[in-house]
């Protein structure tokens, strides 16, 4: 079967080629040093292009009659093309034209945001806090407020004022302290009142920077890839002079992407954070039937200043990956804190909170690239996993003569992209009465603290909360197809197989009978 990690392991190896043929073209521009910009070139190839690659992967290991050869040969995308064997890589026409066309309309867009900002906000004497990357929903901003104020990462709880990536909204100021905006660079620019001579200092460096863009694309046509390197470096370069960001935060969602001045501005005042809201990244699905080990490419590329995660175990892992800087390792990070007052559990029932993963629509499993992929997180592997955990509670149920509840908490609302046939099946045994659904924006901590027992999906997050609170819980493969590749906590065990459940949740609650 053909599976991430084989995906990945291939294309490592394309991008070890391809460094080679980025670096005998590429060259140091806008005081950045060739390294870097031959990192930030491969990091940006890596995001425009792993969909195509995956997808063209998964069509060859198909159809080769040979599995232990996937020498795929020459790859011609809409945007690139390029050799798996010699790594040569270009460009393709449509795709220079396209990059060249955006970035002339986002040059004079950005013209057209600073003129405003002569016009409007006022000369400011603090800086800010720019947030990318934190999904924010309706009805949970007061809880994310509270976490910046009082929660475990610095920055956020040090900020003067927070500029906030919106998701989900229009423009808002949402109190004194905190506004959210689609692009929060832009909404920077809007409140600093430029005067005449800033504008005109500052759009002489856009227009430097415009040429060298240019120059550079002509020199190295894959050099357009960086069109928003190029667009924001004017920018960048004027709020520093004025030290109006004080920090950036970004989040394991831009992983994969950090802009030029974001990380390497030279001479830069502001400090560049990642701060990762889950921990279930560096334990990806390594299977028995062939052993191979996932090498993420997006994590290699990773460059920032400091580092926020969960546990020093991970902390570790992005160490040895080469992600440069200083760590913290603050326990978990969910965008809200524990409550206040937890209510006193029920001891009258057994609950096993269940968190799963929402399989996705078959067509849109097909657009990212997994048409021929086998997907662990399919609709029949969720269906089996939620059936399983349900057998093992009525049969524990039946042994004891206690009720079981088991509860079902999603990680995010039900969307467009969500497989109908699962989110049936759940409303089903809803309907049943053999599931009860949380609302995903229940608070973790809360719902942990008043079960017995948690559940879920390999390697999902919140088991590592529950190791905090001390409730145990188990990573469950339903399949049998995994082999554990996990952070070992107090209280986390793996089960693999439906009978393995039984008796791991039996042994938990200290059942003897059944």
């Not at 292009?49 to 080769?64: I, L, T, W």
């Not at 409140?191 to 120059?215: E, M």
């Not at 003569?401 to 995010?412: D, I, Q, T």
Request: proline share 3%.
């Amino acid at each position: 079967m053909f599976h991430d990690a084989i995906a990945f392991q291939l294309f490592v190896k394309l991008t070890n080629k391809l460094k080679t043929n980025i670096a005998s073209r590429s060259d140091s521009v806008m005081g950045y040093s060739k390294s870097i910009i031959e990192s930030r070139l491969l990091q940006e190839f890596s995001v425009l292009e792993m969909v195509n690659f995956k997808s063209c992967a998964g069509k060859h290991y198909k159809d080769s009659k040979n599995k232990d050869n996937l020498n795929i040969g020459c790859i011609k995308s809409s945007r690139f093309i390029y050799s798996t064997t010699t790594g040569e890589l270009s460009i393709t026409n449509s795709y220079l034209i396209k990059k060249i066309m955006r970035f002339i309309i986002h040059w004079h867009s950005i013209v057209f945001i600073c003129v405003r900002a002569i016009l409007s906000g006022s000369k400011l004497n603090k800086a800010f806090t720019l947030v990318y990357g934190v999904r924010v929903e309706d009805g949970m901003y007061s809880e994310f407020d509270d976490f910046c104020k009082y929660g475990s990462v610095s920055p956020l709880r040090e900020s003067e004022h927070l500029i906030v990536e919106s998701f989900t909204k229009t423009d808002f100021n949402y109190n004194d302290n905190t506004d959210y905006c689609h692009n929060p660079l832009h909404a920077l620019i809007l409140k600093n009142k430029l005067s005449f001579s800033d504008f005109i200092s500052f759009l002489l460096l856009h227009i430097k920077y415009a040429i060298l863009y240019f120059k550079s694309v002509s020199k190295y046509p894959l050099i357009v890839i960086l069109e928003d390197d190029f667009l924001y470096q004017a920018i960048a370069i004027s709020l520093n002079k004025k030290h109006l960001i004080k920090d950036i935060i970004i989040t394991n969602s831009n992983m994969s992407r950090q802009l030029l001045w974001m990380s390497n501005l030279p001479n830069k005042t502001h400090t560049l954070h990642m701060v990762w809201y889950s921990q279930n990244a560096p334990f990806a699905f390594t299977y028995k039937a062939d052993n191979i080990v996932i090498d993420e490419i997006g994590y290699r590329n990773i460059r920032v200043d400091e580092t926020w995660v969960w546990t020093k175990y991970f902390a570790n892992h992005l160490k040895n990956l080469g992600t440069p800087g200083i760590f913290h390792d603050i326990g978990p990070i969910l965008w809200y804190l524990p409550p206040k007052n937890v209510p006193i559990k029920n001891n009258n029932c057994i609950n096993i909170m269940v968190f799963d993963v929402v399989p996705k629509k078959r067509e849109i499993l097909d657009l990212i690239g997994y048409a021929d992929f086998y997907g662990y997180n399919s609709f029949e592997n969720m269906s089996k996993f939620i059936l399983d955990i349900i057998k093992v509670s009525n049969t524990l149920e039946k042994a004891v003569g206690v009720e079981f509840k088991v509860m079902l908490k999603n990680k995010r609302g039900r969307g467009e992209y969500d497989n109908l046939r699962y989110v049936d099946f759940i409303d089903n045994l809803v309907n049943k009465g053999e599931l009860i659904l949380l609302e995903h924006t229940e608070n973790v901590y809360s719902i942990i603290s008043q079960s017995d027992v948690v559940v879920g999906s390999p390697y999902t997050s919140p088991l590592y909360v529950a190791s905090q609170i001390g409730v145990p819980s188990i990573f469950f493969d339903t399949t049998e197809k995994l082999i554990p590749v996990y952070e070992e906590a107090d209280n986390i065990m793996f089960s693999s197989g439906k009978e393995s459940l039984f008796k791991d949740v039996k042994k938990l609650l200290n059942i003897k009978s059944g």
